[in-house]
């Protein structure tokens, strides 16, 4: 089973910075199957980027992920209020098929 | 549009059984697979299984083989999670959700439920 670690837990910044949010997997992961998604508290989940690095539809373009192999990385260029939430990488994997990472909380300081 | 609806919130005691529901509507319901997502109170997202409603191909979660059974009615849109005897740990929210077509390899989950609150306690 390939475990997902996500880092840090829970990340504290101003509307208006820059959020950098790390997924890391226990095995390569291929890029294909690496999506992530932001929960706002409340509310179901919602796909932000798939691939890796393409952005679901409707999602700002502030919204960037990247990375390869291990490493993936979530990027909010300039926060907005309504992206304080927490956020989830999910990958497809053989047994179980999907899995998710333990969450990131983006908070407001 | 793409619409996911599940049915309301349950309170239940231990040892009985349930059956919730997700109606989809706004694409073609049978040629996309649907997926159930357990979240615990405060805690993260569980992929828990699958179902293809065109033949009714479905995959479990190791940890959820034999603990509960996902079905789906093509004729009235309509995916199904349900529990013979619950306990109290199954207490949780959960969520139906959407693989974006036919392939179950390399996917995610593009629409989801709204979710269902599922409560059991003595």
Partial sequence: EIVLTQSPGTLSLSPGERATLSCRASQSVSSSYLAWYQQIPGQAPRLLIYAASARATGIPDRFSGSGSGTDFTLTISRLEPEDFAVYYCQQYGSTPLYTFGQGTKLEIK | EVQLVQSGAEVKKPGESLKISCKGSGYNFPNYWIAWVRQMPGKGLEWMGVIYPSDSDTRYSPSFQGQVTISADKSIT?????????????TAVYYCARLPGPQLIGRYFDYWGQGTLVTVSA
């Fill in chain 2, 78 to 90: 309509t995916a199904y999670l349900q529990w013979s005897s619950l306990q109290a740990s199954d």
